[in-house]
């Protein structure tokens, strides 16, 4: 009798299982550490396929594509990895976060 | 993450129930925290466990004081916005609440009013506010506002909503209205004059269904954050 908010969250669940219903691997990165201004908030989701393709968002758009790079890797490999953005960057220019923060994302492949 | 973990917590999400995921981040050893207890690999210490209830609680997600090793990802139900009313001001309500992340219901026994025409994408009950109000259970994590004009349909809901933990209780009406209404609790022993918001809504000075929805949707998030 409720209609349920479209939430971030239970998309990124259904479009995971959509996958695996696909036999397509995926990893799951999530931001762990925010400092200073932030886009996103700490428990951020982004899934990634093994195809590239990917929902939800960790930056609002910034780094996502550094991290589904990261997370083709943590598929093929199945070892989680710790990614730190922010404009001290060395990487700045490219992949660096506008705003001036800096965010820590954590990657996992989905067993 | 193991697949069984984002089955569990999808499910937890149908049933309205906060879970967690604990990782140690160093190797990626998981456990998940729903209300029965944990399952999985970390053996966790009772101070970390007291951590990981309080913060599922709150909804906050992070390192751990306890231990900054581990990374605790919180998923706690989402909000509720129960909206007292079919109203041509419901009608802007409903969709600025579903953007903001909240459930929608819609209460108006009125059938004339509460419509599929009237309200596409939204869920509508047709049963009195008070019977409604009983099954939908208003927790702390729901928000209340009331849009009808008619006291014999707000009374009721305002009355079961100020009993229950909503986190916000709202009518729509002028001060006058507001001053007679709180007469009329009054009489029934019950007042609304701390946590009953009216005016509905931050005074943004706006006058069309739309800006009003804005300005109640607006005090909801405000209040939420106020409060947790």
């Known amino acids: 009798m ?27 990165a999530t931001v762990i550490d925010t400092w200073g201004s932030s886009p996103r908030p700490v428990g951020s989701h982004l899934a990634v396929a093994d195809t590239g393709g990917f929902v939800g968002s960790v930056s609002g758009g910034c780094v996502e594509g550094a991290v589904v790079e990261a997370a083709l890797e943590v598929i093929a490999d199945g070892k989680p990895r710790q990614l730190e953005f922010g404009v001290s960057d060395e990487q700045a220019w490219s992949v660096g976060l506008a705003c001036g923060g800096r965010i820590a994302v954590y990657v996992e492949r989905v067993e | ?27 990626g ?10 399952q999985g690999d970390l053996e966790l210490t009772e101070p970390v466990l007291a951590e990981v209830r309080d913060r599922c609680r709150h909804d906050r997600s992070g390192r751990l004081r306890a231990d900054p090793a581990l990374f605790i990802r919180c998923y706690t139900p989402a909000y509720r916005l129960i909206i007292v ?32 025409e009237r309200f596409p994408d939204t869920t509508v009950t047709h049963e009195w506010p008070d019977v409604a109000l009983e099954t939908l259970a208003p927790d702390a994590q729901t ?17 079961a909503a ?20 709180l007469e ?13 918001r009216a005016p509905v809504g931050l005074n943004l000075g706006g006058r069309s269904a739309g800006e009003i929805a804005i300005a109640i949707i607006a005090e909801i998030i405000q209040t939420r954050y106020r409060t947790t």
């Open chain 1, 2 to 28: 409720t209609q349920r908010a479209e939430s971030e969250v239970d998309e990124i669940l259904t479009q995971v299982r959509r996958w695996q219903q696909d036999r397509r691997r995926v990893a799951l």
């Open chain 2, 1 to 27: 993450m193991k697949s069984a973990f984002l089955l569990e917590i999808a499910r937890a999400r149908a049933e309205r129930q906060a879970i967690a995921v604990v990782t140690r981040l160093r190797d």
């Open chain 2, 29 to 38: 050893a998981q456990s998940l925290h729903p209300a029965r207890g944990p």
């Open chain 2, 85 to 116: 009313g079919a109203v041509h001001i419901a009608q802007a309500l409903a969709p600025a609440a579903v953007m903001a992340g909240f459930d929608v219901t819609i209460v108006d026994p009125r059938t004339a009013f509460a419509t599929v």
């Open chain 2, 143 to 159: 928000a209340v506002a009331a849009l009808s004009h008619d006291p014999k349909l707000d009374d009721p809901a305002l009355i």
């Open chain 2, 162 to 181: 100020l009993a229950s933990p909503a986190f916000y209780v709202g009518a729509l009406g002028s001060r006058r209205t507001h001053a007679a209404r």
């Open chain 2, 184 to 196: 009329r609790f009054a009489a029934h022993g019950i007042d609304g004059s701390e946590r009953l």
